[in-house]
């Protein structure tokens, strides 16, 4: 009696192959996402004044030179939090006067470096 992969050997190399597909389909690298992260940026103070979260414009804040995005950030609501407003450099502010201090940036999305 013939087995079934000698009678049929193109059924052999379809499961092959779509094995082959699937195992290729579904790798992905760990820590990998579905969109590249876009390249960290240099602003200057000028630069990231436009990003201050109005007008549907992403809210940016930098902090010991690293701006982060907290366009997401509810508590950032139109770019505003506590007094704060967003397109700013709030190193000093976020060091001194803020309850939390550098905590809450952990986490944050990194956009870039503030340059002078």
């Known amino acids: 009696m013939k087995t079934l992969w000698r009678s049929r050997p193109w059924m052999l ?3 092959m192959l779509l094995s082959l597909l ?3 389909a579904c790798s992905q690298p760990a820590g990998s ?3 590249p992260a876009a390249e960290p940026v240099e602003m200057t103070a000028d630069e990231l004044s436009a990003f201050n979260g109005k007008d ?3 809210a940016y804040i930098a902090v010991d030179g ?3 995005d907290v366009t997401k950030v509810s508590f950032w609501k139109n ?3 506590n007094g704060f407003e967003a397109g700013q450099d709030l190193t ?3 060091k001194t ?5 550098v905590s809450k940036l952990k986490g944050l999305p990194v956009v870039g470096t503030l340059v002078n």
């Not at 006067?97 to 201090?101: C, E, F, T, Y």
């Open 33 to 35: 996402s579905e969109e």
């Open 22 to 24: 699937l195992v290729t």
């Open 79 to 81: 770019g505003d939090h």
């Open 92 to 94: 000093e502010e976020i």
């Open 56 to 58: 549907g414009q992403p």
């Open 66 to 68: 690293v701006i982060y």
């Open 13 to 15: 190399l379809g499961v």
């Open 97 to 101: 006067i803020s309850p939390h201090g």
